[in-house]
């Protein structure tokens, strides 16, 4: 697509002294309340992970990455990536094959072939590449499974982690921290198991609560603490947020966190962050309904003790959609797991793969030459882009008129973004107010719908109208 499209053009207005008793009344109010101070935002990513492969073989890999981590495209700032179980296939094994060439021509017979060796070089390259061009943020690593011949069935898919191996297990993770941080690729967080409740067909190792608490506080923190690790630690990534049905806890993020927390309650001695996915089951699946309910919801135990939440992973797989719909139904989901559930971050599963279904922002042609876009990789960005890392979530109250409106809002300093989603097929003209603070001279507006992807979008004074199935993201700062 044009680049251009990518560029917000700012659009400049003054609103000082404005008050929504000025000029026509509006449909709707929308106050922002900005002591009511809520969570840190720690940023907004995507999973390559086991996609690395072929990304990395794609043409127009780097093209791809800056539409992803670029300023011109999402600006994100979170890489999720695996710690693979091949990298160690036997005991003898003690290399992340940080030393192996991954410059390699495109043209190269080796892109085209199907192996753990350029799923390996892929993570290296897309992680050194975002690094290094983008400047991304925070490198973020899971394991979906421990080496083989750690687990209790030898295999790398299903079986759990032999307790003997604990503390092996524990110094493969501070190994693979240290090769990274060796060539400038430090992680910022680890998670020791991806899925731990789902014995999937893949790469995957299964893990009770009481057995992850134990292998956090017995091992894990402990020798990171130890050989000075600077990683944060996180735990619950389960496929399910949450779960109404008893059934279904042994999957459910929050059922497995509060157990942890519950149990181990000083856990918080480590910088840990409680993790969920934010996968559902379709209607269509032969269960009773109640039970196909995955409620976005806190991580009650996580938020009563001040643990980070993450939402780690994100997607489905239904028939490809890149709709507009598609996109403000994503765009509403994110901004339930920032407003209701308090999640600090929002990482996509996965950035771009060549699939026919939703799990990819971009979807790459298997020729390896072009790609796709889709609606919800921007609707995506009108929260990545303009909500600076480190921003605090603030309140927001709107009057019984913009029920129909989802809106959440952010402050870093003295500077503001609103993110105001409408769903519905009629335009919503608002009044937008600060807490009675006064705008500091001039906003910009960004606008994503059926036409447009962050297009500069005009507004009167604090009189904002959003347009029908329409993403709006408001930027300014206030005055001291």
């Known amino acids: 697509m044009d680049r251009l499209r990518n560029i917000l053009l700012f659009c400049f207005i003054s609103v000082a002294g404005f008050s929504c008793k000025e000029a026509q009344q509006p449909d709707c109010k929308i106050d922002i309340r900005w002591n009511d101070e809520k969570q840190v935002i720690d940023g907004f990513g995507i999973a390559q992970a086991g996609w690395s492969d072929k990304l990395y073989a794609h043409f127009k890999r780097e093209e791809v990455l800056q539409k992803m981590f670029g300023n011109d495209g999402l600006r994100l700032s979170i890489l999720r990536g695996e710690i693979f179980p091949h990298y160690w296939e036997n005991r003898q094994d003690k290399d992340f094959n940080i030393d192996d060439n991954i410059d390699l021509p495109l043209t190269d017979g080796f892109f085209t072939e199907e192996s753990d060796d350029i799923k390996r070089r ?57 090769a990274y941080k060796s060539v400038g690729l430090e992680p910022y967080a680890i998670s020791p198991a991806n899925e731990p409740g789902y014995a999937a067909p893949w790469n995957s190792s299964l893990w009770t609560p009481g057995k992850m608490g134990e292998f956090i506080m017995d091992y894990l923190g402990p020798t990171f603490q130890k050989k000075g690790i600077a990683a944060h630690i996180v ?98 989901t994110f901004h339930k797991y920032l407003t209701t559930a308090g999640a600090s971050a929002c990482i996509w599963w996965a950035g771009a793969l060549p699939a026919d279904n939703n799990e990819g922002l971009i979807v790459l042609n298997p020729d390896r030459q072009n790609y796709r876009m889709t609606k919800r990789f921007y609707t995506f960005g009108n929260f990545s882009r303009y909500i600076p890392v480190g921003s605090k979530r603030i309140g927001v109250e709107t009057d019984h008129a913009a029920d129909s409106l989802f809106v959440s809002a952010y402050k870093n300093g003295n500077d503001f973004t609103v993110v105001a989603i409408n769903p519905t097929a009629s335009d919503r003209q608002t009044c937008l107010q600060m807490d009675n603070r006064t705008w500091n001279g001039q906003v910009s507006c960004a606008l994503t719908d059926e036409k447009n992807n962050w297009s500069s979008y005009e507004a009167t004074g604090n009189r904002i109208k959003i347009p029908a199935n329409s993403i709006l993201t408001i930027t300014g700062s206030i005055k001291q």
């Open 122 to 178: 892929g993570q290296l390259w897309i992680s050194r590449y975002v690094k290094e061009k983008c400047k991304t943020d925070k490198l973020f690593f899971s394991v979906w499974s421990a080496p083989a011949y750690m687990k209790s069935n030898g295999e790398v898919s299903q079986g759990e982690l032999n307790p003997a191996y604990n503390q092996a297990f524990a110094d493969y993770l501070v190994a693979f921290y240290e």
């Open 235 to 332: 735990f619950g990534e389960n496929p399910f947020w949450s779960a109404v049905s008893s059934q279904a806890a042994f999957i459910s993020s929050r059922h497995f966190t509060d157990a942890i927390i519950n149990r181990y309650p000083d856990i918080t001695r480590f910088p840990v962050i409680a993790a969920g996915h934010g996968y559902t089951l379709p209607d269509s699946y032969p269960a009773p309904k109640d039970s196909l309910k995955t409620p976005i919801e806190p991580l009650t135990e996580a938020s009563k003790a001040g643990i980070p939440v993450w939402l780690t992973e994100i997607s489905d797989t239904e028939a490809l959609d890149t709709t507009i719909q598609d996109g403000i139904k994503w765009a509403i």
